[in-house]
Nanobody, 122 residues
Framework: QVQLVESGGGLVQVGGSLRLSCAAS????????MGWFRQAPGKERDIVAA???????TYYGASVEGRFTISRDYVNNVYLQMNNLKVEDTAVYYC????????????????WGQGTQVTVSS
């Protein structure tokens, strides 16, 4: 079992930055690929970014590539640095973990966090 707790969401103006953090159960963290997903009102949950268990591979959704950066430390945290935020980035952001990289990319991770709200105002 992996517990995930997100933090760092909030209200920011267009063009601003936020850094999301996700704290995972330390005992199993390094065995899992990690990802960030988001869900806006009335829309499906979509992948934002993912990072492999060793950190050597990353993936970004087309709408965030070049603006967002995913990273992980080797304690128990994964981060999402979000720059040049747009109104359309407004959503609840979820951290996710899975032992299989492909499950993250397919949007079918084994574990989800509770989510953190990001609101970008114009």
């Amino acid at each position: 079992q992996v517990q995930l707790v997100e933090s760092g969401g909030g209200l920011v103006q267009v063009g601003g930055s936020l850094r999301l953090s996700c704290a995972a159960s330390r005992r199993t963290f390094n065995n899992y690929a990690m990802g960030w997903f988001r869900q806006a009102p009335g829309k499906e949950r979509d992948i934002v970014a993912a990072i492999s268990l060793g950190g050597g591979s990353t993936y970004y959704g087309a709408s965030v590539e070049g603006r967002f950066t995913i990273s992980r430390d080797y304690v128990n945290n994964v981060y999402l640095q979000m720059n040049n935020l747009k109104v359309e980035d407004t959503a609840v952001y979820y951290c996710a973990a899975s032992a299989r990289w492909d499950d993250i990319l397919k949007g079918e991770p084994a574990y989800w966090g509770q989510g953190t709200q990001v609101t970008v105002s114009s």
